[in-house]
């Protein structure tokens, strides 16, 4: 690959360089967090922490004000008056005159207290809709201009590898393409707001072994190519992401945060990434006191400025001082820094913050979660529930039955949100102070659509083995028509939750007694609705199979509650797909549809890992019946494939449907996954309505990493197929030809769907 010409630093940026002092320098890279005793919102935040008064850290200027608004619960409307205030500071006291870039969290909403929270990035996944994902992101990112706020961590475009790992809820996909292009359009929503998106976490931390946070990662360069950077590649090259964030990984041995060869080599020389790289929180001293492969914090911060990290975040305090000392006594080359510091004002400069003037009013007023936030966000949660499986019995009549809701995220708010969403990460250590914004319980949701004549009792709790309050459960629904019954995951840090960072698991059964619970309801005989509201596919054969219904929902957002039980009602005609595949237990991760014939189910081993649901699986209450699949009979290695296909809505109610195109290269260099996504297209069709879907798919979607390490696209016969899961409906083949075509950065990525009536 050749990588494009990087922006050159102006001369206002080289200027303001040269009469720096080595203070003020190494001030530009770092930033301060200003939390409260108690917070822990971070791992090792109360060893790492920053010290000492704001007032005395920007003596030198600043680099980063970390999480002005999302550390603690503050009103967004006093809190940008405090931030005006420091920004005024930081220009008239001191002596460059340089106001402070401010980041927070974005990753399902801005994080901060009353602010709108979508749902996590697994429904993202499941709606099919790209342009709905790049909406909210603009919303996101107007919502951050508004405040003062100019760079958000998000998005998370780690690939789902393993559904043990806690921050699966924070991920988008187990496929990288589908990754690749929803990150795609939330880093151009977020950005078109003249803010800038961070990626993260480049590259590999959702393949720690065993699924365990920070675990060592042992894979293979084709791998690593092939499946987790692509996502990264797709979002720099195709959305211009601005920023990139290193991951904790240490990969064969090698933390990323010191690795040249990725955060130099990969984005910078391969890929022409000119915006900045940060640290992941505190990531740069754990090369010391976590990695044991830098002696001390001077080594440490010399080896991720040898790397490519241009920003220690959250704060600097383990940074400056042992950094200062060792460019000084010449252990750290000065040109590193300037070489980070040239990067951060470059940044600022784009950002328009070496223009910024303080002096006027700070906002007032400002809506953060508006009509049009709460539009959005009912559109995804709708749009990304995903209807498993279906007796008949969905959906409930509207009169003349008895129901009973049961479980323990039937009536709880935090079920509907994931572990960065400001309500579990923040609120969560604030017991007594409110949510600040309307986020109606699936209960709530429920009696809007059948009235308020519903049993109701919790049965267990999330996470303990409580069963004293399963005799009311089995009471309530041996006297109902049908169960409901709402379980799952409640998003969380560092063991306070069942899923979340720092929230692995060894199992994929139910936290805690809840599937014994489920299995008692079953037992009274009467039909149970199983609600899945989580933020990692569980292993649910057992539901599958004995349940009328079975209904998953990823942490579907402030607007769930209402989604989840419009769905029950038929309200809502379900229409999301499974962005991961329900596992069909925890000895067969990890485990995703990508596998080759050797990673399936056969002869040569006495166990199964076929799961519980594929990827891309969704029910409808409607049909929907696919025409042939058309391709042509030859195309080009270099070229793209044209594959167009019909779709009717076969049934008597109008319904969303995701068509989904796959392939599989049946003979190549090296060995190639069974079914691989190439396209998928959201259409939305009125009983006895069609549609034709033509994919223009670039050859490039079906390159892999050859023996050479080269991205190729090698000649030969290309099965496709189209459905509406990776289980094949309507089938084509098509033969590529032409020289093996090696691929570069400046071949299409990006598959593009038409769609007419």
Not at 299 to 322: F, H, K, M, N
Request: proline letters at 6%; one cysteine or more; aromatic letters at 6%.
């Amino acid at each position: 690959m050749t990588a494009s010409t990087p922006a050159a630093p102006s001369e206002r940026v080289l200027a303001l360089v040269a009469q720096m002092t080595l203070d003020e320098k190494l001030a530009q890279i770092v930033g301060f967090w200003e939390g409260e005793e108690g917070d822990s919102v971070a791992p090792l935040q109360g060893e790492l922490s920053s010290t000492g008064r704001l007032d005395d850290a920007i003596a030198h200027g600043l680099g980063h004000l970390t999480r002005v608004y999302g550390t603690n619960p503050h009103d967004p409307n006093e809190r940008a008056k405090y931030l005006w205030m420091r920004q005024r500071q930081l220009m008239e006291n001191t002596r460059l005159g340089i106001p402070a870039l401010v980041h927070e969290e974005i990753l399902t909403g801005l994080s901060a207290w009353k602010a709108a929270t979508f749902p996590t990035p697994l429904a993202w996944g499941a709606t099919g809709n790209t342009a709905l994902i790049e909406r909210m992101g603009e919303l996101i990112g107007r919502s951050m201009k508004e405040l003062g706020i100019h760079q958000g961590l998000a998005p998370v475009l780690d690939v789902v590898r393993d559904a043990r790992w806690g921050r699966v809820e924070e991920c988008i996909a187990e496929d990288p393409y589908l990754v690749g292009e929803v990150g795609v359009a939330y880093v151009k929503g977020v950005q078109s707001a003249g803010v800038h998106a961070t990626l993260k976490h480049f590259v590999g931390y959702s393949s720690s072994k065993a699924g365990r946070n920070f675990a060592p990662v042992s894979i293979g360069p084709r791998e690593l190519a092939d499946v987790l950077m692509l996502p990264f590649e797709m979002a720099i090259l195709d959305a211009n992401a601005r920023s990139v964030m290193h991951s904790y990984a240490e990969i064969d041995g090698v933390p990323v945060a010191s690795s040249e060869e990725l955060l130099t080599g990969v984005l910078r020389d391969q890929w022409g990434f000119d915006g900045t790289v940060v640290a992941d929180y505190f990531g740069v001293a754990f090369l010391n006191i976590l990695h044991d492969i830098a002696p001390d914090h001077a080594d440490a911060a010399r080896q991720a400025l040898q790397a490519g990290v241009d920003i220690e975040l959250p704060t600097g305090d383990a940074y400056l001082v042992p950094l200062k000392a060792a460019v000084e006594d010449g252990r750290v080359d000065e040109a590193l820094v300037d070489r980070a510091l040239i990067r951060a004002l470059m940044q600022k400069e784009e950002l328009g913050l070496l223009d910024a003037d303080f002096t006027g009013e700070p906002p007032s007023g400002v809506d953060l979660d508006s009509p049009e936030h709460r539009e959005v966000a009912r559109l995804i949660a709708e749009q990304s529930i995903v209807l498993v499986s279906n007796d008949g019995t969905l959906p409930l009549p509207a009169t003349g039955k008895k129901y009973a809701v049961i479980g323990p995220n039937a009536d709880s708010y935090q079920a509907l949100f994931g572990c960065y969403s400001f309500a579990n990460h923040v609120l969560s250590q604030r017991p007594g102070v409110e949510l600040g914004f309307d986020a109606p319980t699936f209960i709530e949701g429920f009696r809007a659509e059948f009235g308020d004549d519903i049993a109701v009792a919790r049965g267990c709790n999330i996470n303990d083995d409580d069963r004293s309050g399963f005799d009311e459960a089995v009471a309530a629904a041996s006297a109902a028509d049908t169960a409901v019954v709402v379980v799952g995951d409640l998003a969380g840090l560092f063991g306070r939750g069942t899923v979340g960072e720092g929230c692995d698991t060894d199992d994929l059964e139910l936290p805690g007694v809840q599937r014994e619970l489920v299995e008692a309801i079953l037992d009274t005989g009467t039909p149970v609705v199983l609600v899945l509201v989580t933020g990692r596919p569980y292993a649910v054969k057992w539901a599958v199979e004995r349940c009328a219904a079975v209904v998953q929902a990823f942490f579907p957002g402030e607007e769930g509650g209402s989604a989840m039980a419009g769905v029950l009602s038929g309200r809502v005609n379900p229409s999301g797909r499974l962005p991961v595949t329900l596992p069909r237990s925890a000895g067969a991760q990890p485990y995703t549809y990508l596998h080759p014939q050797l990673g399936g189910d056969g002869e040569v081993s006495n166990l199964l890992n076929s799961p519980a649901a594929v990827f891309g699986h969704g029910l409808s209450y409607t049909t929907f019946e696919y025409g042939a699949l058309k391709v042509p009979s030859e195309v080009a290695t270099d070229d793209a494939i044209t594959a167009s296909v019909t779709v009717t809505n076969t049934g008597e109610r109008a319904g969303g449907h995701v068509v989904q195109l796959y392939a599989r290269d049946p003979w190549a260099s090296v060995t190639r996954p069974l079914a691989q996504l190439v396209g998928y297209a959201r259409v939305e069709l009125e009983p006895g309505e069609s549609a034709t879907v033509t994919f223009s798919v670039p050859t490039s979607r079906v390159a892999f990493t050859g023996r050479d390490l080269k991205r190729i696209v090698e000649p030969g016969e290309l099965g496709l197929w189209c459905g509406d899961s990776a289980t094949k409906e309507v089938e084509a083949t098509t033969t590529l030809v032409g020289d093996v075509h090696e691929v570069s950065i400046h071949s299409p990525r990006l598959t593009t769907a038409t769609i007419s009536a």
